[in-house]
Structure formats: structure tokens, C-alpha cells
């Protein structure tokens, strides 16, 4: 350890002065330094710079569990642990989750449904459970808003929109893309907050012309829309942090990017057995 950190520092200060701190002698490092590397040490410095490749396609957004599954996938063979370590050691980390945060204004007086989810997540096929939400991000004119919806079954977010206000087509578009994309079958559960947004007459028309079954969280309890609250956490540390310069329309192809390009066709996600959402719902066994 102590001739690895003179190794380490050797750029940056003598190595007289670095053998006289860390009690060795010059000799003795110049040897060590001199030693054939390791058929280990060999393999950890290519395993590394998997690593590193991973991480950067990721734009650094990984850790090392998603790390370690993506290299699995490309099949190299190697143990979380070992992952682990190594990213440890170069300084190499994924971005971490931010909590849930309520932005809904439930303050009105249209109706609003019954909550048909109660908190149960499952599903077995596409197209059953759809969850929505809105969220907002930063930019230089002031905020963008974002509505997006998620099929439960593989997480993939099917229709979204953004609009510099809240107003209620910003979730009609979203819907009308989700519909046009999907063409769901009668019975499907669409569930979300209790906004005026999903609330209003116009909303729930196009919800009801396709046969769709309306449910609602309960007021101020974001974990009633758990996977959809996880999911803006998820953008807004792997996309949104540092990027309040961006203009309104820089922010909407940052989104696009993330959503059509990274999120649904490359990310590999926990709660599918770090699949992708399209590569989840693409598997023999896993048709829609």
C-alpha cells in the first residue's frame, strides 16, 4: 500500500520526500516499480477500463449495481464486489436519488375518483395499469412542465409532453400520445394525482371515450404514484441537475433524448432484472 501511493502521488511530489514520509526506501520502491504486474493486477486494469466505458455511455449516471449488469450483459464475467472495489478505488460513482416531492394543487371542486390501486404495483401484461404525473425543471426563461405516462408492466414511458405552463392540454398531449402509440383495449386503469390537470372534464371525456378506468391517489401522498414519483426522481438526477442555462427548447430535446433515446431503449432498469423497458416487453416471454 504504501509504495501504491507513492506510485499514486509520484507526478506531484518527489519521490525522495514521498519515500521519507511513508518510511521506505528509494531502492525499495524503484524494485517494487520494477516487479512484472500481476496476471490480477492485468485483468483489473482491463476490467477497468469496461468499467470507465460503461460509465461514460451512461453519461456517468450509473452505479455500480447497473454497472455490473450491463457488463454481465456484454458478457463479461465478474463479481459485483470486484465492481465495487474498483469503482471505488478510480473515484467513479452513479448520481444519487433525490426524494419524493408533492407539486400538485388538489384546491378545486371537480370530482375526482376512487383510488383503484391502493398502492399495489403489479402487473402481468402491458397495457394494464398506466400511472401519470407532472413534474417541472429548470430552465433559463423560468420552468419547463413536463406530463408523462408509464405502463406499469415494463416501465416504459408511453406518451409525454412539455408546455412553459400547466395548462390542461399539456396532459391531453401526452395521453394522445400514449393512445396513438399503444391503442390500449378497454379495461385499462389509468391512475393519477388528484390535479385539476387529470381532474378536468376534458381529460376525463378522453379517458372515458376509450373505455378507460379513472383512479386517484389520495390527497398530498406521493407514494400512492410510487414508480411514477421514482421515475421524475430518476430524470432529474440523471438528466436535470446543472442545467438551468438550457432554453426551453434545448431542455425538450435534452427530455426526448432521455425518454426515447437512454431511458426506454438503453437503461437498464431494477424492477425488470436490469432489462430495458423495451427490451423487457420484447422477450419471447414477455409479448404484449
Known amino acids: 500500500m504504501r509504495y501504491r501511493f507513492i506510485e499514486q502521488c509520484r507526478k506531484q511530489f518527489p519521490i525522495k520526500a514521498l519515500c521519507r514520509m511513508m518510511q521506505v526506501s528509494t531502492s525499495g520502491y524503484y524494485e517494487w516499480r520494477a516487479r512484472p504486474e500481476s496476471a490480477r493486477k492485468r485483468a483489473n486494469r482491463r476490467l477497468l477500463l469496461q468499467i470507465r466505458a460503461v460509465h461514460l455511455r451512461s453519461r456517468k449516471r450509473y452505479g455500480r449495481r447497473r454497472v455490473h449488469a450491463q457488463l454481465r450483459q456484454e458478457g463479461i464475467l465478474c463479481s459485483l464486489g470486484r465492481v465495487a472495489r474498483l469503482m471505488r478505488v478510480a473515484g467513479l460513482r452513479g448520481r444519487r436519488r433525490r426524494g419524493f416531492r408533492t407539486t400538485t394543487d388538489s384546491r378545486h371542486t371537480l370530482p375526482v375518483a376512487p383510488n383503484l390501486l391502493a ?170
Not at 181 to 188: I, T
Not at 226 to 233: L, R, T, V, Y
Not at 267 to 287: E, I, M
Request: net charge neutral; proline share 5%.
Open 119 to 288: 398502492r399495489d404495483f403489479s402487473t402481468t401484461a402491458a397495457n394494464q395499469v398506466w400511472v401519470s404525473d407532472i413534474t417541472y425543471l429548470p430552465c433559463q426563461q423560468g420552468w419547463a412542465y413536463l406530463a408523462t405516462i408509464m405502463d406499469l408492466y415494463n416501465r416504459q414511458i408511453v406518451g409525454w409532453a412539455m408546455h412553459s405552463t400547466l395548462e390542461r392540454s399539456l396532459t391531453l398531449k401526452a395521453l394522445e400520445m400514449a393512445l396513438t402509440q399503444r391503442q390500449p383495449a378497454p379495461g385499462l386503469i389509468h391512475h393519477s394525482d388528484r390535479g385539476s390537470q387529470y381532474a378536468c372534464g376534458e381529460y376525463q371525456a378522453a379517458l372515458s371515450q376509450r373505455g378507460i378506468r379513472c383512479s386517484m391517489s389520495r390527497k398530498g401522498d406521493p407514494w400512492d404514484n410510487a414508480p411514477k414519483e421514482s421515475f421524475f426522481g430518476t430524470l432529474k438526477t440523471e438528466l436535470v441537475d446543472g442545467w438551468s442555462h438550457l432554453s426551453r427548447e434545448q431542455a425538450h430535446q435534452e427530455v426526448f433524448k432521455y425518454i426515447e433515446v437512454f431511458y426506454n431503449r438503453q437503461r437498464l432498469h431494477s424492477a425488470l432484472g436490469y432489462q430495458t423497458p423495451v427490451g423487457y416487453s420484447a422477450a419471447p416471454d414477455k409479448a404484449p
